[in-house]
């Protein structure tokens, strides 16, 4: 049976704006041998999904440095420390996309984006009848286009590879998976 591995010694490399660098040396329990690992500390992040008055959803493209592409992918973004991931879905939804609604927002489920090396979490909720009432409020350094589709069409943009964010697939499966009406209709 699997056990955790124990933590000998943490050493911190420095900050890096989104994330900390640690070397994080632990001991195998099965075979006592002991190594360094990275591990990047990052904030807590959170995606929403947002459907319209008239069943779309609405994405977000915009440009990624990390893969230097542009992706089509839902709002979302790191989690504030004075906010619930409830809140910063909410913020997130407005700032990026101008779209808000009377409805109350649902969480969806949480998500390890990849505990390979990282150390956060990734929370998904959904915001259903949602207008656009709002001027979109964008970071400095973000640059989003708002596309939207029908939710029928979201299958086949995955499976084209034209929504390929890892994180953000998991979310709408989280979405297929419990809500399973919104895809049958």
């Given amino acids: 049976m699997l056990k955790k591995w124990k933590t000998e010694s943490k050493k911190n490399l420095g900050n890096h704006k989104i ?5 994080v040396r632990r001991t195998n329990p099965q075979d006592g041998k002991t190594s360094e690992f990275t591990v990047l500390n990052s904030e807590n992040w959170v995606n929403i999904i947002v459907i319209t008055k008239s069943n779309e959803i609405v994405l977000v493209n915009q440009y990624r440095h990390g893969t230097n592409t542009i992706e089509l ?14 809140q910063a879905s909410i913020r997130e939804c407005k700032e990026e996309t101008g779209y808000v609604s009377d409805s109350p927002v649902e969480f969806l489920g949480e998500i390890f984006p990849n505990p390979a090396f990282l150390d956060n979490r990734c929370y998904t909720f ?3 009848n949602c207008e656009q009432k709002l001027e979109q409020n964008l970071d400095d350094f973000e640059d989003i286009d708002i596309i939207k589709y029908p939710i029928e069409d979201i299958k086949n943009l995955i499976l084209k590879g034209e ?3 890892g994180v953000i697939i998991a979310a709408f499966n989280l979405l297929m998976l419990r809500k399973r009406n919104l895809w049958e209709k």
């Fill in 163 to 165: 929504i390929r964010h």
């Fill in 126 to 128: 959904l915001w259903e």
């Fill in 73 to 86: 992918e839902i709002p979302g973004g790191l989690i504030e420390t004075d906010e619930t991931p409830g």
């Fill in 19 to 23: 994330f900390d660098v640690e070397i």
